[in-house]
């Protein structure tokens, strides 16, 4: 679900502010304890997605390769 609200308004944010509008998002959803199940949920991400999981989680880049598009 958390993917789907995602996508549902990344094509509303210009291209130039969909990085810090990934990273906010995730941001918010780490607050919630959420992050993580996303990390470990197996899903792929777009570039900003998993760019703000890095940020948010530490993710090597082995691990955000395995969830990325």
Do not use: C, Q
Not at 32 to 51: C, N, Q, V
């Amino acid at each position: 679900m958390i993917l789907e609200i995602w996508d549902s308004l990344r094509d509303s944010i210009p291209a130039k502010d969909r990085l810090d509008a990934a990273d906010n998002f995730i941001g918010v959803i780490d607050s919630y304890g959420m992050a993580e199940e996303l990390r470990h949920s197996g899903l792929t991400f777009d570039k900003e997605i998993g760019a703000a999981l890095v940020t948010h989680l530490g993710m090597d880049e082995d691990e955000e390769d395995e969830g990325h598009e």
